[in-house]
Nanobody, 127 residues
Framework: VQLQASGGGSVQVGESLMLSCAASGATFTHLGLGWVRQAPGKEREIVAAISKDIGWMDVTRNYADSVKSRFTISRDNNKNMVYLQMNSLKSEDTCVYYC?????????????????WGQGTLVTVSS
């Protein structure tokens, strides 16, 4: 599986941005997917996760408290894409954002549950 995040950029506090991640090389609907971020000098943090989507089970979404009600994760199985809609951005959201895949298909917020990582995209939020 290969993951490639895109959509980062520079925005002002309070603005919105959508990140995209393209996945290839696996049965996309069986993957759990997450968005992870890392600020300079800090540990990586999973901010959003979405479970596999195999039709007969409800899709689960989980969010870190730091982004709950501001960020929304979604997936498009027809395009093999996962998105992160980020609203009401704060300066502390300035990070490199990565997408990650969980072969077990969960919507875990635990770093150890993700087996594959893609390259990141930088988001800078300034006041």
């Amino acid at each position: 599986v290969q993951l490639q995040a895109s959509g980062g950029g520079s925005v002002q506090v309070g603005e919105s941005l959508m990140l995209s991640c393209a996945a290839s090389g696996a049965t996309f609907t069986h993957l759990g997917l997450g968005w992870v971020r890392q600020a300079p000098g800090k540990e990586r943090e999973i901010v959003a996760a979405i479970s596999k989507d195999i039709g007969w089970m409800d899709v689960t979404r989980n969010y870190a408290d730091s982004v709950k009600s501001r960020f929304t994760i979604s997936r498009d199985n027809n395009k093999n894409m996962v998105y992160l809609q980020m609203n009401s951005l704060k300066s502390e959201d300035t990070c490199v954002y990565y997408c990650a895949a969980d072969y077990w298909g969960t919507a875990s917020l635990k770093m150890d549950d993700y087996e594959l990582w893609g390259q990141g995209t930088l988001v800078t939020v300034s006041s």
